[in-house]
């Protein structure tokens, strides 16, 4: 079993920045991709980046493309999100995840984390 710790969430002001982060606590972990999915009152979760190893692929939301960055320590089991320029609607609870391809038995969430932003 795999559990992801999410960390770094909080209330920040418009065009602020914050950073996520989300370690995977496991002394075997076979995940090959991690990221980050969100989810805004009413409104349903929704994917907002991913890294995958080894291919290194990133993907992003489009409404994030140029203002997160996505990124990872490999020997820390950890990715980040380095969130600038955030806007209101940026305002949700952020879940780390984790997964091996698409193997419904190696599928993994954090707890979730809130980002507020607010003025």
């Known amino acids: 079993q795999v559990q992801l710790v999410e960390s770094g969430g909080g209330l920040v002001q418009p065009g602020g920045s914050l950073r996520l982060s989300c370690t995977a606590s496991?002394?075997?972990?076979?995940?090959?991709?991690m990221g980050w999915f969100r989810q805004a009152p009413g409104k349903e979760r929704e994917f907002v980046a991913e890294?995958?190893?080894?291919?290194?692929?990133?993907y992003y939301t489009d409404s994030v493309k140029g203002r997160f960055t996505i990124s990872r320590e490999n020997a820390k089991n950890t990715v980040h999100l380095q969130m600038n320029s955030l806007k209101p609607e940026d305002t949700a609870v952020y879940y780390c995840?984790?997964?091996?391809?698409?193997?419904?038995?190696?599928?993994?969430w954090g707890q979730g984390t809130q980002v507020t932003v607010s003025s």
């Open positions: 995840r984790a997964r091996r391809g698409a193997l419904p038995s190696y599928d993994f």
């Open positions: 496991s002394m075997i972990f076979s995940a090959n991709a």
């Open positions: 890294i995958s190893w080894p291919d290194g692929n990133i």
